[in-house]
């Protein structure tokens, strides 16, 4: 399989399309691909090269702290004893041939099987929404042929409890609570791949919440075509409180199609937000409306204790309870905003933070919010730091009109790499501003191994990026490819392979842009290395 890969700005429009929970774990910012990749007999400048030397070093590479050049063999410019130089001129005719006539011949490699790709594309996520959905769908084909009673008296608890799950799987705090279950209890005594299966449902949880917001709608519709069917008896407030409740759902739910999403984000937001919050409060009204009225009688009805046995009124509370919770954690903090390169910009926060976490900021308080990873040297640091690759509108207003404060939620959301804390050793390889979402892991653990891949970091990220790396990771437990100084972009599933072995490793996290996400993990896939990629909602 071929290590390269590309990204074409053009179609990621960035802070308009592609900034959603999980930006700060893509690596976008990601130059590599304009590079040539490394044939394994490159000239790394322009002298001539007369003689390759192919033995390497008996220890590994990575164990004396350099960084190896994958398949790049070891370069010497003197001849051995005995040997002698040709001049081009005294060759056969027809040996040497103008390099104009020949084309170069571009790396190929075998294309990953279907299976791999199968599998892939089939993942935790799919399965979870393929599950909840199809199960939603055979309890509303029951319900229809009257075969399921309990969906006959609790339409609405069918509706709500998809809808609260839903929220769940989205909620800060929740999915912190998860994480904390999930490392304290199995990091020292479960077997890999139990923890494995527990970090890819951590990952994926978002197909539930997909899953169930789609089924929660599909129920709301069924009860309202219930309503509607049997309207001679319903009162006709009731009937458009329920059907107001319906319209404003499915917005909510269909503003968060990933066509949507990605590529017209604040669109996604507006409806996603601020319609799912007038959803919620229509939803308190159809929940009262409906039970108060009373059918049999056909009047109206004050009674408090009728309304909290019912389940729908506990399901709405606590929706609106954890929907609410993040949002009291909102602050506005002063930040400091460092510009090492027109490429990125650095911002620096009071505060140390756990690995792995991810912070949203914006400089409205309740709109435009942008995901990015927080890197800190550890909770009694003192500040914690998050970097922006500048792409969109957003990023490039930080660089134009630099801020001195925004606003975020201090309570932050854990992405994959929250659980690197259940593993003995991992690697985590990054391209690009991915450093953002994987520096924060190698720093606070030793058993973390860094590869980055990126051009010119140390001048596009500048000091503070670099200080962070170099005074905190040891030599020999990191790989920075400069691929502006090494001539081109290295063999990344040759370095993942080599470095999974002596390392001793057990699982690799990935942040990268989409293709090279992609290309890494049918590697990984095919030599059959645990590994974890960035994740894009579908």
């Not at 400069?482 to 993942?496: E, F, H, I, Q, Y």
């Amino acid at each position: 399989m071929s290590p390269t890969w590309s990204l074409d700005t053009s179609t990621t429009p960035s802070d308009r399309g592609t900034y959603n929970l999980d930006d700060a774990e893509k690596g976008l910012q990601d130059h590599t691909d304009k590079l040539p990749v490394l044939p394994p007999l490159a000239r790394l400048d322009e002298k001539e090269v007369l003689h390759i030397e192919t033995a390497l070093s008996p220890i590994s590479p990575v164990h004396e702290g350099i960084t190896p050049f994958s398949s790049v063999p070891e370069l010497s410019l003197s001849w051995p004893p005995g040997w002698k130089s040709l001049d081009a001129n005294t060759l056969p005719r027809g040996t040497a041939k103008d390099p104009k006539q020949t084309p170069p011949k571009k790396s190929t490699k075998p294309k990953a099987s279907r299976w791999i790709r199968f599998q892939l594309w089939f993942n935790t996520y799919r399965k979870f929404f393929t599950f909840v959905v199809l199960l939603n769908l055979v309890g509303i084909i029951l319900a229809a042929l009257g075969q399921f009673a309990y969906a006959e008296n609790h339409l609405g608890a069918l509706v709500l409890g998809n809808l609260l799950c839903a929220v769940l799987m989205r909620n800060e705090l929740f999915l912190r609570f998860l994480y904390i279950i999930a490392i304290y209890g199995l990091r020292s005594w479960a077997p890999l791949a139990i923890k494995l299966g527990v970090t890819s449902v951590l990952q994926h949880v978002g197909g539930i919440h997909s899953g169930c917001a789609l089924s929660g709608a599909g129920w709301l519709v069924y009860k309202i075509v219930d309503i509607v069917r049997h309207r001679a008896s319903q009162h006709t407030a009731v009937i458009v409180s329920g059907i107001i409740t319906n319209v404003l759902v499915i917005i909510s739910v269909l503003s968060a199609f990933p066509w949507v999403r990605n590529y017209h984000h604040n669109v996604f937001e507006r409806h996603h937000r601020f319609i799912g919050w007038l959803g919620i409060a229509t939803t308190w009204m159809f929940v009262i409306m409906g039970n108060a009225y009373d059918i049999k009688l056909g009047e109206w009805r004050a009674d408090a204790n009728s309304l909290l046995s019912v389940q729908e009124f506990w399901f709405a509370v606590f929706i609106t309870v954890f929907v609410l919770i993040p949002w009291f954690t909102l602050r506005e903090v002063a930040v400091e905003v460092e510009i090492p390169s027109p490429k990125v910009c650095i911002l620096k926060f009071n505060r140390g933070m756990q690995q792995g976490l991810l912070g949203r900021i914006s400089r409205t308080s309740i709109m435009e919010y942008h995901a990015f990873g927080i890197i800190s040297e550890g909770r009694k640091s003192g500040c914690h730091y998050m970097i922006c690759g500048v792409q969109g509108d957003f990023t490039k207003g930080l660089v134009t009109n630099p801020p001195k404060t925004v606003w975020t939620r201090e309570l932050k959301f854990a992405g994959v790499g929250h659980a690197s804390a259940m593993f003995k050793r991992g690697i985590r390889v990054c391209t690009g501003t991915g450093i953002g979402a994987a520096l924060s892991t190698c720093i606070q653990s030793k058993d973390w191994f860094l590869i980055w891949i990126g051009s010119d970091q140390e001048k596009t990220f500048g000091p503070t990026i670099s200080r962070l790396i170099h005074e905190n990771i040891e030599p020999e437990r990191m790989i920075l490819w400069d691929s502006k100084k090494r001539g081109g972009r290295p063999d990344s599933m040759k370095l993942l392979k080599e470095t999974w072995y002596s390392f001793g490793a057990e699982v690799i996290f990935i942040t990268s842009n989409r293709q090279g996400n992609d290309e890494m993990m049918q590697g990984c896939q095919a030599a059959g290395l645990h590994a974890f990629g960035t994740l894009w909602d579908f």
